[in-house]
Antibody, heavy 119, light 108 residues
């Protein structure tokens, strides 16, 4: 059974950096053909793909967020991370981590972590 | 960018068939995936590659795609199917619009 679990602060101050981790169990994040993604959902709104990191460590980012996003992998911990810098209230959202099959579809999701940007 | 257009809402009575559409230019030539998101929960993949269904998803869920429209069909709708449904297409890694805007399915 593949499980993903997000962790991180529930509140971040404006202009600071939002940092989240996703712990993966039941599969290795170095497995060929699988990417690992972050997706967010502002309250009452739809889903927005933030970015993905491949099994080869290649990263792909949403162009609208690219200048502020870094996704990295930590194979020894079997987890991957999201850093989003210079946050504003518009970055308030539930942040999901998910497994991305070859940049095709997202087949497993974490439960989500609500992050509120507020002073 | 490649914009996926979904109706904001669809309503259907229990036992009837619900059809949720996802429109985009020549979407029939691309792979379309569908997610169900119940209130307060993470999305769940219900259809991938237009019409394939994960083993844990009921056969009542089916998908099709042709021309400029992809369709998620839910047969014999149940109260538990009430949720938001999102279509998803990877057009290119430089395209920000991966998901459609979502459709709220209401079971009357």
């Amino acid at each position: 059974q593949l499980l993903l679990q997000e962790s991180g602060p529930g509140q971040v101050k404006p202009s600071e950096t939002l940092s989240l981790d996703c712990a993966v169990s039941g599969a290795s994040i170095t497995t060929t053909n699988y990417y690992w993604a972050w997706i967010r959902q502002p309250p009452g709104k739809g889903l927005e793909w933030i970015g993905s990191i491949s099994y080869l460590q290649t990263t792909f980012y949403n162009p609208s967020l690219k200048s502020r996003v870094i996704i990295s992998k930590h194979p020894s911990k079997n987890q991957f991370s999201l850093n989003l810098s210079s946050v504003t209230a518009a970055d308030t959202a539930v942040y999901f981590c998910a497994r991305d099959y070859r940049h095709h579809y997202f087949d497993y999701w974490g439960q989500g972590n609500l992050v509120t940007v507020s002073s | 960018s490649y914009v996926l257009t979904q109706p904001p809402s669809v309503s259907v009575a229990p036992g009837e068939t619900a059809k949720i559409t996802c429109g985009a230019n020549d979407i029939g030539s691309k792979s379309v995936h569908w997610y169900q998101q119940k209130a307060g929960q993470a999305p769940v993949l219900v259809i991938y590659y237009d019409s394939d269904r994960p083993s844990e998803i009921p056969e009542r869920f089916s998908g099709s795609s042709s021309g400029n429209t992809a369709t998620l069909t839910i047969s014999r709708v149940e109260a538990g199917d009430e949720a938001d449904y999102y279509c998803q297409v990877w057009y290119s890694s430089s395209d920000p619009d991966v998901f459609g805007g979502g459709t709220k399915l209401t079971v009357l």
